[in-house]
C-alpha cells in the first residue's frame, strides 16, 4: 500500500514537472528571461528528483534478508541525501551565472522579459503549490522521508518562481537587473531546502532519537499497563521512517516468570499497537525495589 501510494505520487510528479519545466524553458528562451530559464532548470531537477525518490522507495520497502537482517529502510535516506546534493548544485549554479550577470553591469543592454515570462511564473506558482500539497499529504499518510523531501522541493519551486515574477515584473517596469537578481534569490530557496532535506536524512542515519512528545506519550502508554510498577530505562531512535524502541520497566519481584513475561508482553504489544511507525520493540523487566 505504501510502496504503491509513493510509486502513484512520484509518476504523476515527474509527468506534472516535464511539462511545467519544457513550457517555462520555452517561455524564458521567447521571452528572453534568464530568471525564467533558471526556474525551468529547477522544476527539470525535480524529475531527476523525483527518480531518485521513487528508487529510493523501491529499495527501502524491501523485506529483511540474511545481508540486512534489520531491515532496508535507512536506503530511503541515502536517497535523500543524493537528492539534496543534486538540489544544492542546482542552486549554486543558477546563483552563480545570476551573481556573474550582476557582476558584469551594462544593465541597459539586458533584454526586458516578455509577457509570456510572467505567465509562465504565475503558472508554475499555482501548479507547484498544488504538488507540494499532494505529495506532502501522501508523505504523510504514508511516512516517507524521501516523499517528504520531494514535496519540500515542490515547495522551493514554488517560492523560486514567485522570486521570478518579482524579478520580471521589475525587469518589465524598467529594471532589468532584477531578473538576474530574482535568479540569485531562486537559488538561495533551492540551497535552504538541499540543507533541511539533508539534515533530516542525516538524523534518521545517526540513531537520533523520537521527539519528546512522542517519548511522553510511550511512557504514558506503558505506565498504564497492569503490573508495570516503574519504568527504569526508554530509548528510542530513528531507523530511516521507522522507529527502534527499547524498554526497561519494573515488576513485582515476587512473581513468577510467566507473570513477568506477560507483563512484558503486553508492554510489547500497546507500543506496537499504539504506534505505527514502531518496527522493534524490545522489552526488558527488573525486579522492583521501590
Given at each position: 500500500m505504501e510502496k504503491?501510494?509513493?510509486m502513484?505520487?512520484?509518476m504523476v510528479s515527474i509527468i506534472v514537472n516535464l511539462i511545467l519545466s519544457l513550457f517555462k524553458l520555452l517561455a524564458g528562451i521567447v521571452a528572453s528571461s534568464g530568471a525564467m530559464v533558471s526556474d525551468a532548470l529547477h522544476s527539470a531537477s525535480d524529475v531527476f528528483s523525483t527518480v531518485i525518490v521513487m528508487i529510493g522507495v523501491q529499495v527501502s520497502t524491501k523485506k529483511s534478508d540474511k545481508n540486512h537482517q534489520y531491515g532496508h529502510e535507512r536506503?530511503?535516506?541515502?536517497?535523500s541525501i543524493v537528492l539534496a546534493v543534486v538540489l544544492c548544485i542546482t542552486g549554486c549554479g543558477i546563483g552563480y551565472k545570476g551573481?556573474?550577470?550582476i557582476a558584469g553591469g551594462n544593465y541597459e543592454t539586458l533584454a526586458v522579459p516578455g509577457v509570456l515570462a510572467l505567465v509562465a511564473a504565475a503558472t508554475s506558482i499555482l501548479v507547484k503549490e498544488w504538488m507540494?500539497?499532494?505529495t506532502r499529504a501522501a508523505a504523510k499518510k504514508v511516512n516517507s522521508g524521501a516523499l517528504m523531501a520531494d514535496a519540500w522541493h515542490h515547495r522551493s519551486d514554488s517560492l523560486s518562481s514567485i522570486g521570478a515574477l518579482i524579478g520580471i515584473f521589475g525587469s518589465r517596469i524598467g529594471y532589468p537587473v532584477l531578473d538576474s537578481v530574482a535568479s540569485v534569490v531562486i537559488s538561495f530557496f533551492i540551497i535552504k531546502a538541499a540543507y533541511d532535506i539533508f539534515k533530516d536524512a542525516v538524523d534518521k542515519m545517526v540513531d537520533k532519537a523520537c521527539d519528546d512528545e512522542t517519548i511522553q506519550e510511550m511512557q504514558a502508554v506503558i505506565q498504564s499497563q497492569k503490573g508495570v510498577l516503574g519504568i527504569d530505562l526508554l530509548r528510542t531512535r530513528l531507523f530511516g521512517n521507522k522507529i527502534y524502541v527499547d524498554i526497561e520497566i519494573a515488576a513485582d519481584g515476587n512473581r513468577t516468570l510467566n507473570e513477568t513475561h506477560a507483563i512484558a508482553e503486553c508492554?510489547?504489544?500497546k507500543i506496537e499497537q499504539g504506534?505505527?511507525?514502531v518496527k522493534h520493540c524490545m522489552v526488558h523487566v527488573n525486579p522492583y525495589h521501590g
Open positions: 504503491k501510494m509513493a502513484k505520487v512520484s536506503l530511503e535516506c541515502v536517497a551573481l556573474q550577470t507540494f500539497w499532494y508492554v510489547h504489544d504506534f505505527p511507525n
